[in-house]
């Protein structure tokens, strides 16, 4: 093998998974006559920074849009005696994997190189890739098992607003998680800001209103593993500060602020959101558990 050229290749690609799917590329046949499925990606050229070939690279053979995670991981494949451009070469590729995603409304993906080297591009299941059913490079199966979703925690305050008989309640927009249901008013801390603070400026965004934060009723909390509004895949872990809140009997609720995940605000009678008639997320009910067990204690006090 010593008299073999040396072919070294550095190639950039990304993991893009979507619940239970990662999108494939299939190799073309002037590739190979099998089919063979890889991860979308490809060489960089020369001076070209890995994350901008990657994002090229997903472009041509996907058509699609993506984003690309800040680490990576190096896979190092020596590979002697392989035939590339019709020669036997001892060939090294070193492959550059990223974290990468699409957003959820993307279109199906199809190539948009002309005579590259994919033919097809799918979503496919997780499942049948790891079951072997449909044959993938060694790099894909490599990148999944070591693939670990991001991380992310989000802290936020909430308030419990009541009227008479009704909670104020705003619907989660389609650019939010559980797009449709309805929640508490408020949203993200931001990095310095104090969550009586937050909680504020949340709600008049949100219900065109001033409130009064008052006692924290409690903390609640979820943690799930899938897919985000931003099309990426986290394992995802959402604190919950809930406070008592008060606001002016008066005052019209209307939503202020624009694109953003608030679509309406409403009061809603409880009732309703006991029986579940109305969709709630479950920091709702959880919220309004919380302030009766606290109304009881404070009864039971001496």
């Not at 040396?6 to 073309?28: E, T």
């Not at 049948?128 to 490079?137: A, C, F, I, K, N």
């Not at 937050?198 to 965004?205: C, I, P, S």
Request: with cysteine; glycine share 8%.
């Amino acid at each position: 093998m010593g008299t073999l050229p040396k072919r070294q290749r550095v190639a950039a690609y990304a993991v893009i998974l979507r619940d239970d799917n990662i999108l494939l590329s299939r190799l073309a046949p002037s590739v190979t006559s099998q089919e063979l499925w890889t991860l979308p990606g490809g060489g960089l050229d020369h001076g070209e920074d890995p994350r901008d070939a990657v994002i090229r690279e997903i472009h041509e053979e996907t058509g699609l849009h993506a984003e690309i995670g800040a680490a990576a991981r190096i896979y190092s494949a020596h590979l002697p005696g392989v035939w590339r451009d019709g020669r036997r070469v001892n060939a090294h590729a070193l492959r550059i994997v990223y974290d990468g995603w699409v957003p959820v409304d993307a279109p199906a993906p199809q190539v948009v190189e002309v005579d590259g080297s994919t033919a097809e591009a799918a979503w496919i299941p997780v499942a049948d890739v790891l079951s072997g059913r449909v044959p993938v490079v060694p790099l894909v199966q490599e990148a999944l098992v070591d693939h670990r979703p991001f991380r992310q925690q989000r802290i936020a305050a909430y308030a419990l607003v009541r009227r008479d008989d009704s909670l104020l309640l705003t619907r989660i927009s389609s650019r939010g998680h559980h797009a449709g249901s309805w929640t508490l008013p408020g949203g993200g801390i931001d990095h310095g800001e104090t969550p009586r603070s937050a909680l504020e400026r949340e709600v008049q965004e949100e219900c065109g209103i001033a409130c009064e934060v008052g006692e924290l009723v409690d903390v609640h909390d979820t943690h799930f593993d899938g897919t985000a509004p931003s099309g990426r895949h986290e394992d995802f872990h959402g604190i919950h500060l809930i406070f008592a809140a008060t606001v002016d009997d008066a005052a019209t609720v209307r939503v202020v602020e624009a694109d953003g995940t608030t679509d309406e605000v409403a009061w809603i009678p409880i009732p309703e959101i006991e029986s579940g008639t109305v969709p709630v997320l479950e920091v709702v009910t959880h919220a309004l558990a919380a302030q009766r067990v606290a109304a009881d204690l404070r009864v039971v006090e001496p």
